[in-house]
């Protein structure tokens, strides 16, 4: 039996509909938007991937896109505690959202923040 978390919350729709949430909260975030390009779908697109293959399912992130080189990719935006604080909302609210055993949404939110934490560059 597969026990990732990919698994336990229901693989790939739960990663594009959680992503799919959060976009919502930037599309309207005044800080959030000019950070992301006009079409969000291949940034929907490329978290969605990253997500999944980051949580035990398929690989399809590495296979189209590489390494994900997280701090490199974000570099050139200005991820300010202000900005970070924004995306953690954002996303907070997606996951809040969400149907999930109570200890997947801790170990969830758990990982956004240490990754928000860590992307902040300014």
């Known amino acids: 039996m ?12 739960f990663f594009v509909e959680l992503v799919q949430r ?15 390009p006009v079409d969000l779908e291949p940034g929907k697109v490329a978290l969605s991937d990253f997500l999944v ?33 924004a995306w953690l909302s954002h996303m907070g609210v997606a996951v809040a959202a969400m149907e999930m055993d ?3 949404r801790a170990e969830l939110l758990a990982y956004f923040d240490m990754a928000a934490h860590q992307l902040r560059n300014r």
């Open 102 to 104: 109570p200890s997947d």
């Open 53 to 85: 293959q980051y949580w035990g399912g398929p690989t399809t992130y590495a296979e189209t896109r590489g390494h994900p080189r997280l701090r490199l990719r974000h570099a050139p935006f200005a991820i300010t505690k202000r900005a970070r604080d």
């Open 22 to 36: 959060f976009y919502e909260g930037v599309e309207a975030d005044e800080l959030l938007r000019p950070m992301y």
């Open 2 to 13: 597969d026990d990732t978390f990919y698994a336990r919350v229901g693989g790939s729709p």
